[in-house]
């Protein structure tokens, strides 16, 4: 399995400003996802991060506020812009391996909270 | 559009005993893959197991076994000889090979192990 770790690991930030959360991975992968977990709720995928390319949003998450980049095989960050309460959640990163097929691997996560 | 339900808010299990987490999943796509995930208090996503669509066998991970009836879409975990770091959150999620398996997550089961 592939070693993922994120920075940071939690955050208290104060509304109106950006965070930008880094995913770093251990080898080499082909597919890198952010996902969001706001409090007491399930996973839900905002973006596909495209290695050398613009992410692929999902339904209901925009660029602008999510603004995402990947420019390698092994890293990826997730900025939160102009940040409001309701973007508090856990952010975490995940991974899927070349070499162990379509199992995906998820980053201990960032916990932010916004004031 | 898929879709995954965990019916089972919350179960409690005694230690050393089996327990059975119940998930059923709604796709047309013929390719796909199912995933369990454990969540600890500390909000990492640990991969525990994974079943393909195409896969003969029942999928089996140490104490973790999978019970994949395909034509009732169902894909319950079943965890036995339960021990108290069990106790956490268990997700079930779906990934579609089209849709480069982009995962869809449950509401999750908690679990609560008791000694």
């Known amino acids: 399995s592939a070693v993922i770790s994120q920075k940071p690991s939690r955050d208290i930030c104060q509304r109106g400003t950006s965070l930008t959360i880094q995913c770093q991975v251990d080898s080499q992968v082909t597919m890198m996802f952010w996902y969001r977990q706001q409090p007491g709720q399930s996973l839900t995928l905002i973006a596909t991060?495209?290695?050398?390319?613009?992410?692929?949003?999902e339904s209901g998450f925009v660029i602008d506020k999510f603004p995402i980049s990947r420019p390698n095989l092994t890293f990826s960050t997730l900025t939160v812009s102009n940040m409001s309460p309701e973007d508090s959640s856990i952010y975490l990163c995940?991974?899927?391996?070349?070499?162990?097929?379509?199992?995906?691997?998820f980053g201990p996560g960032t916990r932010l909270t916004v004031t | 559009a898929q879709k995954i339900t965990q019916t089972q808010p919350g179960m409690f299990v005694q230690e050393k005993e089996a327990v059975t987490l119940d998930c059923t999943y709604d796709?047309?796509?013929?390719?796909?893959?199912l995933f369990w995930y454990k969540q600890p208090s500390s909000g990492e996503m640990i991969f525990l197991i994974y079943q393909g669509s195409y896969d003969q066998q029942n999928a089996t991970e140490g104490r973790y076994s999978l019970n994949f009836q395909k034509a009732r879409k169902s894909a319950n975990l079943v965890i036995s000889a339960s021990q108290l770091g069990d106790s956490a959150m268990y997700f079930c999620?779906?990934?579609?090979?089209?849709?480069?398996?982009?995962?869809?997550f449950g509401a999750g089961t908690t679990v609560t192990v008791r000694a």
């Open positions: 796709t047309s796509d013929p390719s796909y893959g």
């Open positions: 995940s991974v899927s391996t070349v070499t162990t097929g379509y199992e995906q691997y």
């Open positions: 999620a779906m990934g579609r090979r089209s849709n480069d398996y982009k995962l869809s």
């Open positions: 991060a495209n290695q050398g390319s613009e992410a692929t949003y």
